[in-house]
């Protein structure tokens, strides 16, 4: 059973990181003191969940964290410096901060180190999630201390329903764009005016025209899609975006 360690202190460890072709001790300190954090731990880089769940949905809320008072968001992970640092880059999470909690210091002092000898892992970190204040945990979500890697309380969602339980859900929005696309350029300027968070998908880079018509049934761009709800083109887009605005 793991303890839930809400109101005590993270641990002082000094984290290996590399930041460019240089190796960077990073303290505990350095990332709590004085700061509003949410952390979340996941057993591995590049493993199946945590690549396409947790830290994708994290990356996306962090601005939303923002609102109630949160400055950063931080995964961990018991996994080296130059890993942590690859798999930052393919998962294209400019949003987090990504800690290599190495030789698992950190995690061992937060009880969270286990066993994944079966999957040739070795010790790893337990999932979970927590949010600190100038380094002392005030809210933790553990994950069900069950057999294989449950995901049921320590995604973004619930951290989010945590920190602002009445803020409303944030938006799922993309768009398919191509480079040099005006009426692109303009759709984009539209949802970033009203405040409205959207990846962007790149013609040739990210998807082929066929895929294009196979979800939109179109064959130009912008398509813009929200919450599942196909808007359309850059016209469409602006009168969305003024029907919201009146609402």
């Not at 294009?212 to 887009?237: C, D, K, M, W, Y």
Request: proline share 6%; hydrophobic share 40%; glycine share 8%.
């Amino acid at each position: 059973m793991f303890q839930d360690r809400t109101g005590t202190r993270v641990p002082q460890v000094t984290f290996r990181t590399r930041q460019g072709h240089e190796w960077v001790d990073v303290t505990t300190d350095q990332i709590f003191a004085g700061k509003t954090v949410v952390v979340f731990s996941l057993p591995g880089a590049f493993t199946p969940t945590c690549s396409s769940s947790h830290v994708p949905r994290y990356n996306q809320l962090v601005p939303a964290f923002r609102a109630p008072g949160v400055d950063s968001g931080v995964c961990v992970s018991v996994n080296d410096a130059f890993v942590m640092n690859e798999w930052q880059k393919t998962q294209n999470a400019d949003s987090l901060t990504f800690i290599p909690d190495g030789n698992g210091d950190f995690t061992a002092r937060m009880g969270m180190l286990v066993d994944k000898d079966d999957l040739g892992f070795g010790k790893r970190s337990w999932r979970y999630s927590m949010l600190v204040k100038d380094g002392v945990v005030r809210k933790m979500f553990i994950e069900p201390d069950l057999p294989g890697d449950p995901f049921e309380v320590s995604d973004a969602d619930t951290m989010l329903r945590y920190l602002a339980p009445h803020a409303p859900k944030p938006m799922d929005v993309t768009v398919f764009s191509r480079d040099g696309c005006p009426f692109c350029v303009k759709a984009k300027h539209d949802l970033r005016n009203a405040g409205i968070a959207f990846e962007e998908l790149v013609l040739g880079r990210d998807y082929t025209e066929q895929t294009l018509r196979a979800v939109a049934n179109a064959a130009t761009v912008p398509q813009v899609f929200a919450n599942g709800q196909h808007i359309g083109g850059s016209e469409a887009v602006a009168a969305w975006v003024e029907q919201r605005q009146a609402a």
